[in-house]
């Protein structure tokens, strides 16, 4: 059986609302993720375009407590989920189990069900157990011995990655990392913020950081809605098209972005323009988003992955090189918005 039901849609909130209210959450999730700005501006933009999140960097870094704390601050239940060797699908979409007193199977829905899953070192499962997350990410639902069901709304996927370690570990497949909008890394920290680090855990006496929330699941699908309903200028998008082509036809590029990539730059790139409070989308909000999104989607060639090039460097050249559109027409309000 399968369940049609959808929410109701809701009410589109202002572009300064959304921007008002993207700087109450990014401050509060700020004053305990520290030295994370710009990768959290990112994922935060990733989630109001309704995306799934990536974070690829080695252990220590805040992956987790990034993922935590912008789950508290908008108000979404969250869930982790550990991954391991031995983990099931059914550990995380859930299983039918029998239940005496009716003498029934009863489904028993798996942690997937909530507003933000954490699936964490995700590349510990294997690839049969990272591909039951394919359908909630791809379409809101998991299907079960042949019944569908609906995932709460909004969902979100954040996933960790430990890239240095090799043993007990399995790549992502290609079909697996493009459902991802954007993989971002974290990197170290500079002294200040490490420091600030070390005196925020002196100060609150006890190891875990908490969140209050900002806003609530509710207020982040309106905010959503906001960003849906802000237009692009038909130029911003051709960019973003020929972005991904030349990804397609670089030397060093095996198989390049697919049109899940170009429609990620598009949508990032808009999330994080109503962020800065405008609705038009500027060539450098395109550029600022190309590598967490085009990266992770390009496959390299064999001369180029041993000769140390990497899909980050691929990116930023082909950044460098496309020519970005000479004009993005004129907002409403009067102003070109032309900058490249």
Wanted: aromatic share 4%; net charge negative; charged share 20%.
């Amino acid at each position: 059986m399968h369940d049609d039901s959808r929410p109701t849609d809701p009410e589109p909130l202002a572009v300064p609302e959304v921007a008002r209210l993207g700087a109450d959450v990014l401050d509060r999730v700020g004053t305990v993720v520290v030295g994370m700005s710009d990768p959290l501006r990112i994922a935060f933009a990733t989630l109001l375009a309704g995306g799934h999140v990536l974070f690829e960097d080695v252990p220590g870094l805040g992956k987790t407590l990034a993922a935590r704390s912008i789950a508290a601050a908008v108000g979404l239940d969250f869930r982790r989920l550990q991954c391991t060797p031995d983990l099931l699908p059914s550990d995380i979409t859930g299983s039918f189990v029998y239940v005496p007193g009716s003498a029934e199977f009863e489904f028993r829905p798996g942690p997937v069900f909530t507003g933000l899953f954490l699936a964490d070192e995700i590349n510990r499962t294997s690839p049969k157990t990272q591909s039951a997350l394919l359908e909630a990410m791809a379409e809101g639902q998991v299907s079960v011995e042949g019944r569908s069901f609906p995932l709460p709304t909004p969902f979100h996927v954040v996933a960790t990655a430990n890239p240095i370690e090799s043993e007990g570990t399995y790549a992502l497949p290609e079909a697996q990392l493009d459902r991802f909008m954007v993989r971002l890394s974290v990197g170290y920290p500079d002294e200040e913020g490490e420091s600030r680090v070390l005196l925020a855990r002196v100060a609150r006496r006890h190891e875990v950081a908490q969140v209050e929330p900002v806003i609530d699941a509710a207020t982040l699908a309106a905010m959503q809605a906001g960003v849906e309903a802000v237009d692009v200028d038909p130029d911003i998008a051709a960019y973003c098209v020929r972005l991904a082509a030349a990804t397609r036809a670089h030397r060093s590029v095996e198989v390049g972005a697919s049109p899940r990539g170009s429609q990620g730059l598009l949508l990032v790139a808009r999330a994080l323009a109503v962020l800065d409070g405008r609705d038009f989308v500027l060539p450098d909000d395109v550029k600022a988003v190309a590598v967490p999104v085009l990266a992770h989607r390009l496959t390299l060639t064999v001369q180029a992955w041993t000769g140390g090039v990497s899909a980050e460097q691929v990116v930023r050249e082909v950044v460098a090189t496309v020519a970005g559109p000479p004009a993005v027409g004129v907002g409403r309000r009067g102003h070109a918005d032309g900058r490249d």
